[in-house]
Structures are given as C-alpha cells and as structure tokens.
C-alpha cells in the first residue's frame, strides 16, 4: 500500500482527544522549540509593544501621519 492512499482526503484517520500525557509532552516541546526564538531581544520589543493597548480616541492627522513614518521606519529596521 502506498503511502497517498494511507493519507487520502478520502479516507481520514481518525483521532483521539491527546492524552494528559501528550498535553504535557506537547507543551514542553513546544516550549523548548520556541525559548530560543522569545529569547532575542527583538522579538521581546515586539512582545512588549503588543501589550501596549490600543488607542481608544481619534488620531489626528498630524498624529497619525508621524504614527505612519514611525511604524514604517520601525518595519523597516526589523526587516
């Protein structure tokens, strides 16, 4: 048997809920995989500015006009 017709649309395989134990494991690899990652310090700027709420008043056009240079400028420098 081939593996295309192990995983065909047709016939999909069916799944259990994960176990605790698979929660678990899980978890932990995920964490492991991503630690690296949260640990730059880029990335902990962009955490840090996600968690800034957004405005809930009218920007006026000269605010939002330096808002828009900013954040280009910010793009800019993490690309």
């Known amino acids: 048997m081939s593996p295309a017709t192990l995983y065909s649309p047709d016939s999909p395989v069916p799944r259990s809920p994960p176990s605790s134990l698979d929660r678990e494991l899980l978890k932990t690899r995920h964490d ?3 630690a690296p990652i949260l640990a730059k310090s880029y990335v902990q700027t962009l ?4 968690k ?4 809930e008043t009218t920007l006026h056009a000269r605010q939002a006009t330096l808002f828009q240079a900013t ?3 910010l793009a800019e ?3």
Do not use: K
């Not at 800034?52 to 405005?55: A, E, N, S």
């Open 71 to 73: 954040a280009a400028r």
């Open 52 to 55: 800034i709420p957004p405005l």
């Open 77 to 79: 420098a993490f690309l």
């Open 32 to 34: 492991e995989a991503t």
């Open 47 to 50: 955490l840090a500015f996600a």
